[in-house]
């Protein structure tokens, strides 16, 4: 049976809620080896596993989720890193797995460039919406990043830059 289409965009429906998980913050992607240098430290045992990153002269990272909403309730998820303020980091650390885990705010900058907008290094706030996920960007001082985090976006707006984006490291 052949895949229900959409009605505004033709593409297939199962294509409209996605997640897009990037596997490392990109100013680590962009370095010259592609790889954490000497002395960066990690949450989990991969990348794509990790919460939290610390890379020297990069900077402290922490992952979160930017939801992007399209229209006709449907709703694209990215899964990026947040750089925040490296003396920072231990209290997010500390906070992390306990129950104060949902008072957590973060203010940083935004650690992926979103496509189709870009945004890398936009300020971003984020706050825990659900114990069981990373913590949920949520408002910008950037106006951009404010009314991708607010608006409803066309489909193929959204869609079409997904499908355009090689990049390495993003992936669902
Ligand atoms: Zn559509």
Do not use: K
Not at 25 to 42: H, I, K, Y
């Amino acid at each position: 049976m052949p895949a229900e289409t959409c009605s505004i965009c033709d593409r297939a429906l199962d294509l409209h809620n996605r997640h897009v998980r990037f596997t490392l913050p990109d100013p680590v992607v962009d370095t010259p080896a592609n790889e954490l240098a000497a002395g960066s430290w990690m949450s989990h045992a991969s990348a794509r596993e990790s919460v939290m990153m610390q890379v020297p002269n990069l900077g402290a990272f922490v992952r979160a989720l930017l939801p992007v909403a399209l229209q006709d309730g449907y709703r694209v998820t990215f899964g990026v890193w947040v750089g925040i303020h490296p003396a920072e980091l231990r209290s997010v650390f500390d906070a992390w797995w306990r129950p104060e885990y949902r008072d957590l705010r973060l203010t940083g900058r935004l650690a992926n460039a979103i496509p189709p907008w870009g945004l890398l290094a936009s300020p971003v706030d984020a706050e825990v919406h659900d114990d069981q996920h990373t913590p949920y960007c949520h408002r910008s001082d950037d106006p951009l990043l404010d009314r991708v985090l607010h608006d409803e976006w066309p489909h193929t707006l959204v869609l079409d830059a997904l499908t355009g984006s090689g990049r390495p490291g993003c992936g669902e």
